[in-house]
């Protein structure tokens, strides 16, 4: 390893060292209050995440897998019913469909985007069809104008997964604000992160934010009256306290990444085998992660860790060849761009806090590797 170089893959310490005080104040507030899991805080940040997002309502709950799970359970889907989404997602999305009893149908991926191909939705619809789940992967909205036509002139649900797109918007309007329901986690790495876990359903759809308000309370009604099956996916009072404060840094932080991502996309444009993201209108992608696409990927991977760079991986197999899912019957080649995307991607060095020379090491580390593994 280059002793003189480390580029760390994200960096969370310097992410909360400007507001370290105001975060361990907020923290402070909720042990002197003694509201841990529910209650004020997390109703407080519910409020400012919905106008965040501009829908009416934000259900604050334990993880983004809770969002997607109940999100499925309040649409009353559940066994003989199947749910549409792509193999090139974090397992997550394809566990919470699973967790309704229903069953989950792949669309494959635009090659561009890494997102949902609208064009090859229509085919994967079938009578049983409830819902169809676009994934923001990487932080790039999926093109939801095309995906909510389809699902409207069928009468089906679409539940985003916007698990890596908190703040994009398209069309003027935020990710998460397309659908009956938007989900996001605030799994620490992501863009918008919490102390822990922490996840949250946005909704314009008052029945639908009722029944996630009494799902993720163990089907409550009211206080030991239960009038349906829930579970426990409450948010915690501190979760919502850190979130509600890192709130109002959030675009700028978009914005930082944002430009970090045009930096390294001039540097690497013209690479011969190195295949930089395509541009997309700055608003619209948030660059949670930034990734490129090369060939022979773990000799790439080690040589720029020789150099003293981590890079990481998202994701190396696609979900429809998890052993977990083969009870679903798929093959290698069922979804061509899916499996071709996951053997290529490799994700570099992203956070807010990057600075232009690490961005100009990552990309000499990156053009150096290239040609090395191109040449051998
Ligand atoms: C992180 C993530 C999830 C799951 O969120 P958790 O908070 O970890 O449960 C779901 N989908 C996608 C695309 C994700 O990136």
Partial sequence: MNPSIHIPFTDLTAHHAPIRRELMEAIGGVIDSGAFSGGPFVEAFEKDFSSYCRTRFCVGVGSGTDALWLSLAALEIGPGDEVITVPATFVATVEAIIRTGARPVFVDIDPLTYTMNPEKLEEAISSRTKAIIPVHLYGRMADMRSV???AESYGIAVVEDAAQAHGASRHGRRAGSFGVTGCFSFYPGKNLGAFGEAG????DDKVIADRLRSLREHGQHARNDHRVIGWNCRMD???AAVLRLKLGELDANNKRRAAHAVHYTRLLT?????VPPAPDDANAHISHLYVIQVPERE??????LDRGIECSIHYPVPVHLQEAYSYLGHRTGDFPISESCAAHVVSLPMHANLTPVQIEEVAAAAAEAIGAVIAA
């Fill in 299 to 304: 000799r790439f991977v080690a040589r720029m």
């Fill in 237 to 239: 009072g501190i979760q």
């Fill in 148 to 150: 909510v036509k389809v």
């Fill in 270 to 274: 013209g690479i011969p085998g190195l």
């Fill in 200 to 203: 949250a359903v946005v909704t």
